[in-house]
Each structure stands twice: as structure tokens, then as C-alpha cells.
């Protein structure tokens, strides 16, 4: 029966022994009223550094804190708090602030935003605050095109101030196409350009993509950095990918890129494999070559992993899943060893819809490590209320 | 003699690989009992009425049964079935009636109110029924066929037919599809229609990978859900460097710069921790006509450089690059700027003596 959306609460517990580092995730949301939504995970540690974690000192952080305010007929949206903006031309950001959006009866939508950036722990630099806005137009069904602006702020002076155009459209049932363009105005130039278009046969059998992205290094950092000075180096890649369902539980991914950086021209590339062990997916085998050979990353990697179902009933479920990746670098430095092989077995109970518990042990020897064991565990619940 | 049996070896030996790539493939059920998708194409050539299994479907409301025909029903007509298993064991994927349930509380839709507009004509949104092996489950552009919605459409108002449509975890399909290497894709489609996006995914699904106060990366706390795309899989870890100096730029969108030199840093690993000594490899820098290595690497990869040589560290660049310096002016001959250049950072590092 369908009934209101619901409240959701989730806990987990996450550990992992050698470097030890242990855990906790509160998240909570509700979308009951349409005027309405809250949405908050927030998370404590200790332990491990390379966790996000500080110094062995107990962390507490917020990822996400925000309430959106909605006129029940759409007109508008505002959201507060802290939460990823991603909008137009600006890229994807963390911020704590907040987003106003009005929509007109044209199919013309407003936007402005602002608010400070978050910087997690890290020391140095800080941002100071940004602002921006964008203007956006429906195109009937098929997509949208829009314009944006935006501005920040760093150490009391201007650091990026960008213009930028996007769009994406559906121009038929089988052709999916976007981009956007962002072009940077204190240092003037392009910053960033993305590109796909995507297509489809009627059954789905095959899809194709086709994409190109280039980036402007020294546009991206803050203009307060003194190695925007050395213009404009930019990177290009452009390259396709194919996946094709060559049979109903086997599907083939195959990726290539040219790519430029600095004109250092080089490539990258992907073969990948999905089996599914049965009609549903519920387990699975993937195989992975990639290839990367550009400037000064030229390497090899060969990846396996597999979802195995050990039991299943109406609501238990025990599972296997182990992983592989050995990297092959082509010029290892000394003493950093000749192959990167890394591994996890993983081991997942779940008593109920709700309730799930997993434990892992993986191992691995990298440029950094000789030998490097460690054990994960987690145990998680997600609730909802009303219940169904 | 011999090479006939080995023929005969081998054909058996091919014939049962075959057989059991099929199987795997899933060509060929392997399920016991087999389950096929129902046979409604026979049906309907064989002038069945659809309301004459699907009874009582012209009066359904948004809640109630689905209507589904029973054994009952199948034996008024196959009145001598070939096996005494329910007819739905065989005839009929689970798959398919699962998501019929999940569609039961997942979306607001009444048949009733459907049955009179199209004249008791199913097929005009159950257009599949012509494919023996499809789902009949009507895509949204069948609806968007008759009603345009353009008002809900348009202001992502989508809780008028959709009931918590997050949880019930089907990508769209005349729309944004998700499919292909939606990883890579995802952003430039979300970044044009991202309200759309969050009709179904929450903020947490956004900053759990691009939030700069994520407690890990997603591969190390879902360990067990190897499958997941993920920009930093399980073992990026290897070549994260190499990555990195392949697409400058791309970790920056992003990671702050100081990002790379703040973990460098906690793990030891970095060049301002005294164990470690200077990073860089000899003839990194010198005086001019020594090998430099260090001006095209700070070209190459810019944001490096600036992890570890921004804010102070960046005179050590000064005293060297500035005009009459004897690393000279470190500007291309096309750059231009807007900054204040007596008084912004970074240009009054050298500027501000009126060069």
C-alpha cells in the first residue's frame, strides 16, 4: 500500500584493528512533510590519522547537517546547513551556508547560494566565504541549459570568480548528452570543461559513451597560490566507453582514453567483466585490466572480486566477498618493491532487513609497506518509522 | 580409431561446456524449477481478454491486491495442467512480481481510474506485451505518453505518483539513466539538473564521496560491498600518486591542495618530517643550466607543488623566480591577471616593490 514517506535512523559501528581506528555514524532524515525535509549524519573517532581522523585525539564531525524548507507547490526550495552544493558550472562543494531556489512558471529557474567552505581538519589556509547564482531554463521535457556564477573568497581577498555554462539533454529515448564549461575571470581563461554524450540501442544491450574533460591545474587552485602564475599547463582526455550485455547475466565494460598532460601525450584504459551468478544478481564476479600510461604514471593493474551467497532465507542473508588488485608499476622506484598486490575477505551476516554485521581481513605490500595485515568489522542498523 | 574418439571426446567435452555456459550466462535457466517471463503474448494472440485472468483489475484503487491470477484461475481453462506445482513456480519470473509489490507501495496508481480513460484498451500503456520475454511494467515515458505533468515535472515535485521512491531503489529509466560507467557520468548530468537528482538521492549519498569531512573513503567502510563503483576503490591507495600526476587538476576539484600534504604529514611520509629528509630526487633544482627537473614538474602538476609550497613555502619559489632573480620570471608570455598586484597574493610576493 503506498503510504507517507517515512524517518530514518542509522547507526554504525566501524573498527579496524592494526593501525587501530575506531568509529561511530549517526545518521538521521525525514521526508514526511512536503514542506519540510532534515537530513543529518554526524560521526566520532579515534585512532588512525589516515582515517580523516586527528593526531589519536578523539574527532567528532559533521558530514552532513541540513534542513530544506519546500513550497509544497515547488515554487521554491531553500536548504540550510551543511551539505554538497553542485550546481551549474560550480563545482562540487562543501559548504556550510545555504541554497535558495525559485522556479517560475517559464520553466526558468533562480538560484543563489553561499555560505563558507568547509575544510575538515586540515591546517593552513582557510577559505573565507563564497557566493554565487544561477539562472537555468527547461526545455520542455528533454533537459536543461543554464548559467552561473560564482565567487570566492580567501584570506580577505578574491581567489576564484567564475562564469559558466551547462546543459543536459535527452534529446531522444536513446541519446543522452550534457556539458558544462567554467571559465575562470581572475586569471582569465578556461578552467574546466566537461563533455558526454551517451547512447543506447532499444533493448539496452549496448550503451556507448563518448567524453571529453580538460582542466586547467593552475585555475583550479585558490589565485591566492603563487603556482597560478605559471599559466596554463591544462590536461585533455577524451575517450569512449562501450558496455555491452553480451549475454543476460554477462556484462562487458571496455574504456580508452587519449590523454594530454602538458604534452605529454599518453592513454588509460579499462576492460572490465560482470557475471552474475544468478537471475537476480545476488552474487556476482567482476575481472578488471587497466592500463594507465601518462606523464609520469605508467602502470598496471589486474582486479578481481566476487559476491558470493552463503545462506538466504526470507530475511537472513550470509555472504563472502573477496577482493584482489595487484598493481604492476613500470618503473617502481627502489625499494618500493616490483608488484602492489593487495587483498580483503569479507564476511557479511545480516539477521535481519535491518540489523547487518560484517568482518574483514585484508592484506596487502605497496610502495610504502613491505607487508600490511589488518582487520575491519562493522555492525549497522537502519530503522524506519512507521514501519511497513 | 583413436582420433575418432578423441573427436567424439571432444564434441561431448564441447557440447557440455556449451551447456554449462549457457546455464551460467543465464541463456539458459538454470533455476529448478526454470522461471520464464509469463507467456502473455500467446495469450493475447489466442484473443484471451487480459481481464479474464487479471479479474477485478478494473476496479482497483491505489491499495488493495495486485490481481494476479492464482492456479485457480489458470485450470478453468488448462484444465488438464502438466504439473501438479503451482502455475506461477514456473510460468512467470519472481523478479517480476517483486517489483509489481514494490510498484503496489512505491507508486500512487490506480487502475480504475486508467481502466475507463483507455477503453479497456491495456495494451495502450502495456505496449510490451508484443516482446514474449519483456516485463509489462510500463516505463515513465509510457505515462508521460498521455499525461505531460509538466507542472510536477517541472518544479521535481514527484511525491504526486512516486511514494519514498529512494528505497525503492530503481534507477529511472526513460530518464538519467544510470547505466553504462555512470560513475564517470554522473557529475556534468548532476550539475545541470541537480534538484532532479535529489528527488531520490539524499546529501549524504553526495558527500559520502565528495564531502571533504567523510570519516573514510566508501570502499573501506562498505568493505563488503566490493561491486560498488567508486571513484577510490579498496586499493587505490597503490597508485594514488600516479593517478594523480596522470590528470592534474582532477583531485583538486575536490580535495583541497593542502589535502595531500596534511596526510603526508600525519603519516610521516612527508618531506617536512624530519626522518624523511627532502622528497626530491637529486638535480631537482640548482642553479641556471643544471638539470632543473623541478620547472617542468611544477608545470606538469602544479597542485603538488603547491601542497607542500603554498603559503610560506612559497618564498623558497621567490627567491629565485623574480625578475633579475636567477631563475627569472616564472610568468608565460600570454599570462594576464586581474589581481591588484601591488596588494593580492600571490603577486606582492614579488610585485610589491613596484616590479
Known sequence: MASAQPHRVGAELWGQLEPNAGMIILEGSSRKYPYIDAEALVWGGAGATQLGL?????????????????????VSDTRLGRFMLSTGAVRAMHIDGGHLMLRARSKTHFEVFGGVPVDGNIEGRKYDWMVGGRVSQGLGN????????????????????????????????????????????????????????????????????????????TRMLQSTSLFTVLGDPGTLAAGGNLRWRAAPRLDLWVNGALQDAQDDFGWSGYLRGVLRLDDDGKGSILGELRRQQVATSSWTGLRLASVIPLYEDHDTTVGLMPEFEIIFPDQPEPNQGNVWPWGRLA???????????????????????????????RVSYQGQWPKK | MTKRWIAIVALVALTGSAGACAKILGLESKGEPPQAAFEHRAHVLDGINCLECHAGIQDAGETGPLHLPTTERCIECHEDPHDPSPCSTCHGRQRTRHAAEMARKHL??????HFEEGAGDCVRCHVDVKHEDASLRPNMATCFSCHDHAGQWDVRDCDGCHVELASEGVPPQS?????????????????????????????????????????????????????????HRANFFSVHDQQAAAEPGMCVVCHSELFCVDCHTRQGISGV???????HPPGWSGPPGSSNAHGRAARLDPVGCASCHGGAGEMLCVSCHQVGGPGGNPHPANFTSRLDKNNDLPCRLCHSGGL
Request: hydrophobic share 40%; with cysteine.
Open chain 1, 54 to 74: 586527528s593526531d589519536n585525539d578523539a574527532t567528532f564531525e559533521a558530514l552532513v547537517m541540513t534542513i530544506k524548507v519546500r513550497d509544497p507547490r515547488g
Open chain 2, 108 to 113: 500512487r496508481f490506480s487502475h480504475a481510474g
Open chain 1, 142 to 217: 528533454k533537459g536543461m541549459i543554464g548559467a552561473s556564477y560564482y565567487n570566492r573568497f580567501n584570506a580577505g581577498q578574491r581567489s576564484d570568480e567564475e562564469v559558466g555554462g551547462d546543459f543536459a539533454l535527452r534529446v531522444a529515448s536513446w541519446l543522452d548528452m550534457s556539458a558544462k564549461i567554467s571559465w575562470e575571470l581572475v586569471n582569465p581563461g578556461l578552467a574546466e570543461v566537461l563533455g558526454t554524450i551517451s547512447a543506447q540501442t532499444a533493448s539496452r544491450v549496448i550503451r556507448g559513451e563518448l567524453y571529453v574533460t580538460k582542466r586547467s591545474p
Open chain 2, 273 to 279: 618530517n624530519a626522518a624523511r629528509g627532502n622528497p
Open chain 2, 175 to 231: 530518464h538519467v539513466v544510470h547505466d553504462g560507467d555512470f560513475l564517470r557520468e554522473h557529475g556534468v548530468q548532476a550539475n545541470a539538473q541537480g534538484d532532479l537528482c535529489t528527488t531520490c538521492h539524499t546529501q549524504r549519498q553526495c558527500a559520502s564521496c565528495h564531502g571533504v569531512t567523510v570519516p573514510a573513503i566508501p570502499s573501506r567502510l562498505a568493505f563488503d560491498s566490493p561491486m560498488r563503483q567508486s571513484m
Open chain 1, 347 to 377: 564476511l557479511r551476516w545480516q539477521p535481519t532487513k535491518s540489523w547487518a554485521v560484517a568482518a574483514a581481513v585484508e592484506a596487502s605490500a605497496n610502495q610504502v609497506e613491505r607487508y600490511d595485515v589488518r582487520a575491519l568489522a
